[in-house]
């Protein structure tokens, strides 16, 4: 798997001894009858599991695995090898699938990273000051419009401006504030 995917499961009776795995690039993630959410971006320095309910088994490509529980979130780091697991609402990294954006102390060039690729937009984020956002912002607005809002929400005078390339796939956008 490549990107990001909700599963919701349940173990038929009579077939325990068949497993579903979600395989990625760097961890396999073993269901045992539950509600989750995977990330495995392959420009994220990271892959993520997020348990909603029930049980999965994480298992990194190098490293010992883990099993989680509800509301915890395994993160295996690229570069450092390790596995580390934290506590955190699982609505956070499942709200997209209910069309929102879910923002919990998040950094603002992080959170602008997952509105980017829901927008299909490369932002220049090197200007940004070092805030956090918080909320819940709908996925179904304008581009602009939602810039508006977190604006509001950050209070940053924040405005658009598109690179004009011909070369480049994605859209290339640039925060002023």
């Not at 269901?31 to 320095?45: C, E, R």
Request: hydrophobic share 40%.
């Amino acid at each position: 798997m490549e990107g990001e995917a909700y599963f919701e499961l349940n173990r038929q009776m009579g077939n325990s001894d068949q497993s579903f795995l979600v395989k990625t690039a760097h961890q396999t993630v073993e269901v045992l009858g539950t509600s989750f959410n995977v990330s495995a971006y392959l420009d994220d320095d990271f892959v993520s599991c997020v348990l909603v309910e029930g049980q999965v088994s994480v298992h990194p490509s190098q490293g010992e695995s883990l099993t989680l529980k509800p509301d915890q979130k395994s993160i295996w780091w690229l570069k450092e090898r390790r596995m580390v697991v934290k506590t955190v609402p699982a609505i956070e990294s499942v709200a997209w699938k209910d069309g929102m954006f879910y923002f919990d102390e998040t950094d603002l060039r992080e959170a602008m990273r997952t509105i980017g690729r829901w927008y299909d937009v490369e932002f220049a984020l090197e200007s940004l000051p070092e805030k956090k956002l918080n909320g819940m912002l709908p996925r179904n607005v304008k581009l602009n419009d939602l810039i508006s809002m977190i604006s509001e929400t950050t209070n940053l005078d924040l405005t658009l401006k598109n690179e004009k390339t011909i070369d480049v796939k994605k859209r290339r956008t640039f925060m002023n504030y």
